[in-house]
C-alpha cells in the first residue's frame, strides 16, 4: 500500500511559480512510476507530466511543456512538479499517483491517488 500526500499549492500571479511536492510512504518508492494530474471545476482530470522511477523518462503535457519540470528523489520517497510562468488556465486541484513499474499518461492506469492540492492563478 502506498500513501501520497501533496503539498505546495497556493495562489500565485500569472507568470509566477510554484513548487508541488509529494510525498510518499513505505520503502518501494523507486519501484512506482509517478505522475501529477490536476483537474479542473467542470472538467475531467488530465495529465500533467510524469516520471520513471530512474527518472531516465519524463512526459509532460503539450500545455505545460517547457514550463513544468517534474523530478524525484528516490531516497526522499518524493516526486516534484516545479511550474513556472503560470497561467491562470492552470488553475485546479493537482493530484500525484503511483504506477507500478512504468510510467503512462493514463490517469485509469494509477494505482496509488493523494488527495490533491489546489492551485490557483490569477490574472
Known amino acids: 500500500q502506498v500513501q501520497l500526500v501533496e503539498s505546495g499549492g497556493g495562489l500565485v500571479q500569472a507568470g509566477g511559480s510554484l513548487r508541488l511536492s509529494c510525498a510518499s510512504s513505505?520503502?518501494?518508492?523507486?519501484?512506482?512510476?509517478m505522475g501529477w494530474f490536476r483537474q479542473a471545476p467542470g472538467k475531467e482530470r488530465e495529465f500533467v507530466a510524469a516520471?520513471?522511477?530512474?527518472?531516465?523518462?519524463?512526459y509532460y503535457a503539450d500545455s505545460v511543456k517547457g514550463r513544468f519540470t517534474i523530478s524525484r528523489d528516490n531516497a526522499k520517497n518524493t516526486v516534484y512538479l516545479q511550474m513556472n510562468s503560470l497561467k491562470p488556465e492552470d488553475t485546479a486541484i493537482y493530484y500525484c499517483?503511483?504506477?507500478?513499474?512504468?510510467?503512462?499518461?493514463?490517469?485509469?492506469?494509477?494505482?496509488?491517488w493523494g488527495q490533491g492540492t489546489q492551485v490557483t492563478v490569477s490574472s
Open positions: 499517483a503511483a504506477r507500478t513499474l512504468l510510467l503512462s499518461t493514463s490517469p485509469g492506469e494509477y494505482n496509488y
Open positions: 513505505g520503502r518501494t518508492f523507486s519501484t512506482y512510476a
Open positions: 516520471i520513471s522511477r530512474s527518472s531516465r523518462t519524463t
